[in-house]
């Protein structure tokens, strides 16, 4: 039996309206293959939007029993995660 590989996906440096969709799509075919890591150094910036969707992202992958991994956010994410009040949702899957 072999491990599914982890997928990861890079988050880009602004994480808005236009490019939602392209992360999205992404996201949805990682958690259903297996473990996701995503790259969240180099966001700048991110909306409220994109938030609760890595939330709901987390909790299907949780759901589907693969881990789900923030790698290294950048202070403007973790920033933002604190500002809404979301850093208990968050605090299970940051690392670095």
């Known amino acids: 039996m072999s491990n599914k590989a982890e997928?990861?996906?890079a988050l880009p440096a602004i994480i808005d309206l236009?490019?939602?969709d392209g992360i999205r799509d992404?996201?949805?075919d990682a958690i259903e293959e297996g473990p996701v890591m995503i790259a969240a150094s180099?966001?700048?910036r991110v909306s409220t939007n994109a938030l609760f969707m890595l939330?709901?992202?987390a909790e299907t992958a949780r759901g589907n029993q693969f881990e789900?991994?923030?790698e290294q956010p950048s202070a403007a994410l973790t920033n933002a995660?604190?500002?809404l009040g979301l850093g208990a949702q968050f605090s299970g899957m940051m690392r670095g």
Do not use: H, P, Y
Request: hydrophobic share 55%; net charge negative; charged share 25%.
């Open 68 to 70: 789900f991994v923030i």
């Open 81 to 83: 995660i604190d500002r």
């Open 18 to 20: 236009d490019s939602l």
């Open 42 to 44: 180099a966001v700048e």
């Open 7 to 9: 997928k990861s996906i």
């Open 55 to 57: 939330m709901s992202a």
């Open 26 to 28: 992404g996201l949805l």
